[in-house]
């Protein structure tokens, strides 16, 4: 969907600028999409499991950016990209098209500055303007920033999922499922 790009006031005094993901973006967010994954043991994939391609990642943009019912927003800081957060529909059937997912990831040296409240909060808004009613996520249990930052949104716990991902070292991480009205 169409957003009109903004600028916000971190809590550091810094202005962090808002916008689309647009076609132009394809091999910057295939870096990020790796060096994100390496970043934090909270995400799926591995760096190495991050097999797009800039192409496909250009096709997949233009897709999204003609849909309606999804968005992904792209937070800079200084002109540095710091991350990303999108929602997109569980599904188009229609028992479900009330319904988005919601992700978000920064990268490192961008954590705990705001940026996540601001780009989550856009989100919430513009994913209400689409027509949706609930946002849900999953969040590894052990990831308090992350959680702490939904629940400041209003997202609750409603379950959790043991054992979603297992790591090099044997240990697993569980998932806590988080929904909220929007
Ligand atoms: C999770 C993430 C998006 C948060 O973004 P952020 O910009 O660092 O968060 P903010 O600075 O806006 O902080 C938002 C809230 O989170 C909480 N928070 C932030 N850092 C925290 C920390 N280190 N420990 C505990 N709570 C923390 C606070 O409640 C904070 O609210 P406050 O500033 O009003 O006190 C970011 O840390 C990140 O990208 N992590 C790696 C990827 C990831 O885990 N994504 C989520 C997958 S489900």
New binding site residues.
């Given amino acids: 969907m169409e957003y009109t790009e903004k600028t916000v006031k971190l809590?550091n005094g810094k202005t962090c600028f808002l916008r689309r993901g647009e076609e132009a973006d394809a091999a910057m967010l295939v870096d990020y999409l790796k060096a994100?994954a390496g970043?934090?043991p909270?995400?799926m994939r591995e760096p190495e499991e991050v097999q797009l391609t800039a192409e496909e990642e250009w096709d997949l943009i233009r897709e999204k950016n003609s849909e309606e019912r999804t968005l992904n927003l792209l937070a800079f800081v200084d002109g540095e990209h710091a991350?990303n957060?999108a929602f997109n529909p569980v599904s188009e059937r229609s028992r479900a098209r009330h319904r988005c997912t919601v992700?978000?990831?920064?990268?490192?040296k961008?954590?705990?500055?705001?940026?996540?409240?601001?780009?989550?909060g856009e989100i919430l808004d513009m994913a209400k303007s689409a027509g949706y009613e609930q946002a849900e996520?999953?969040?590894?249990s052990a990831?308090?920033?992350?959680a702490?930052?939904?629940?400041?949104f209003g997202f609750e716990t409603t379950g959790t999922m043991p054992r979603v991902m297992k790591y090099g070292d044997g240990t697993y991480a569980d998932f806590l499922f988080m929904v909220k009205t929007l």
């Fill in positions: 809590k994100t970043e934090t909270y995400l991350g957060c992700s978000i990831a920064l990268y490192r961008f954590w705990g500055m705001g940026i996540g409240t601001a780009l989550l996520l999953e969040v590894v990831n308090r920033p992350a702490a930052l939904y629940r400041k």
